[in-house]
């Protein structure tokens, strides 16, 4: 298939999150976040934060529907069944704790061939309710054993 | 909390049986290589795999707690996702912090298990003092 390079620059509509206790501490659990104030209402007030606070890879949930919605869209033609993720970068900003709203945007920013292998490349941008930024996201996906035809 | 160049990190853990599955649900991705054995091994894998995002969620934890653990501590983290992870088997996150500058320590981080990289080139920026 042709690359579909002239969908590099395509952004999707805004996905918003509505973040709760029991899923951070869900989230927490899984990845093996003890700490108090992930957990603990008490402690997280007690440390100036209104609820528990997500862990910073917590990104991965409330990024988690634009991703995916991305990674189907026919335009893109992506071949699901063999996609890896080939790397990822965060950079944080705010903290989130329990009752925010996130809204998180997420843009189409490479679609190449390397070595036999389709490279996609998607920036997410995450915004609280009071339109502080939380995280940006650079999540690079790798296509094995498509050849460019 | 005090970072120097050249101070290590290390952290352990040993995803159990049913942590795909318990991390499907936590992070919203099921797809089936990580939570079927039979869909894996169809696919070409030894048995369901841990999910990259965990193991970088690993990854991120031992830069956070060796500035702390305190949740605004980790600025940035970036990982290159190569082998795949299973379950029930060691996995060890290691790492040394490279500069401390402006009160922002630099780490390289990797996660072996078995002697496979799960993730190589490591780059955190943690907040120090």
Redesign the interface.
Known sequence: MTLPTDKIGKTYPPHVYLVGREKIREYAAAVGERGALYNDPQAARAAGYPDVVAPPMFVVVYCAASFQHALADPELGIDLAHLVHGAQRFVWGEPVVAGDEITTTLEVTDIAMKAGFRFDTFRTTSLNQRGELTCTGEWSTIVRGQEER | MTLAPGDRVTLT?TPDRY?TV??A?????FNPIHIDDEFARS?GLPGRILH???T???V??AA?DAAG?D??A????????RGMGLPEREVVVSGEVEAVTDGLAILRLEAVQDGTRLVR?GHAEVRVG
């Open positions: 853990v942590l318990r991390y649900g936590a992070s919203g991705d696919v990259g995002l965990w970088m969620a690993q991120a934890r956070a653990g949740p605004r980790l600025r940035s983290c970036s990982v290159q996702f080139g």
